[in-house]
């Protein structure tokens, strides 16, 4: 079955620099989620989208903006990049009003140098 | 203090015992209860979930919520060694969008 896809898996940036990472969702989930996952840490919620719609917000720095596409797919812009932005983001998809069935994609491992 | 607590292990067991790997959380209005599985370095995955209080069975596991006690639960029969990761529990009250995770327990299960 297909799952959620994010690319890139590995990006490495500077300092101050921006990156955007792209989560494709399951087909047919018009749901969107993003967290990040600290080092030894569970995963943190940022901002969720259903129907190009922003519908929830959680921890997601000012730094940070995403929007979702028509055809589902969501970018997370991370600008003024800081060294404690270092980790693993994940996206994950569901159907709209399930959020309790969320599945997640692979991650993009994000290091700040 | 996190409104889900768990143990974060390590928990290690001889392959073919029962597991047992617990939460407590602390906001009543949670109605959703999740396990997930995340192996090293991958994404978590969503293994079952539960809705209010009671028992779910899936294979060789068991999901468990006595909303009374504020407590999760789940068991995994006949343990394999692929069964070590890390398994989180989450909570969600369907009327916002976030997971609640729980810190994590690091769970290895030898030959």
């Known amino acids: 079955a297909a799952g959620v896809i994010q690319s890139p898996r590995h990006l490495i940036k500077e300092k101050r620099e921006t990156a955007t990472l792209k989560c494709y969702p399951i087909?047919?989930?018009?749901?969107v989620y993003w967290y990040q996952q600290g080092p030894g840490q569970d995963p943190q919620f940022l901002i969720s989208f259903y129907e190009k719609m922003q519908s929830d917000k959680g921890s997601i720095p000012d730094r940070f903006s995403a929007q979702q596409f028509s055809d589902y797919h969501s970018e997370l812009n991370m600008s003024s990049l800081e060294l404690g932005d270092s980790a693993l983001y994940f996206c994950?998809?569901?159907?709209?009003?399930?959020?309790?069935?969320?599945?997640f994609g692979p991650g993009t491992r994000l290091t700040v140098t | 203090q996190k409104e889900v607590e768990q143990d974060p292990g390590p928990l290690s067991v001889p392959e073919g015992a029962i597991v047992s790997l617990n939460c407590t959380y602390s906001n009543s209005a949670f109605q959703y209860f999740m396990w997930y599985r995340q192996y090293s370095r991958k994404g978590p995955e969503l293994l079952m979930y539960?809705?209010?209080?009671g028992n779910k069975e899936d294979g060789r596991f068991t999901a468990q919520v006595d909303k009374s006690s504020k407590y999760i639960s789940l068991f995994i029969r006949d343990s394999q060694p692929s069964d070590s990761a890390t398994y989180l529990c989450a909570v969600n009250n369907n009327a916002g969008n976030m997971l609640t995770f729980g810190g994590g327990t690091r769970l290895m299960v030898k030959p």
């Open positions: 087909p047919r989930h018009d749901t």
């Open positions: 994950a998809s569901s159907l709209a009003g399930n959020s309790y069935e969320q599945y």
């Open positions: 539960t809705y209010s209080s």
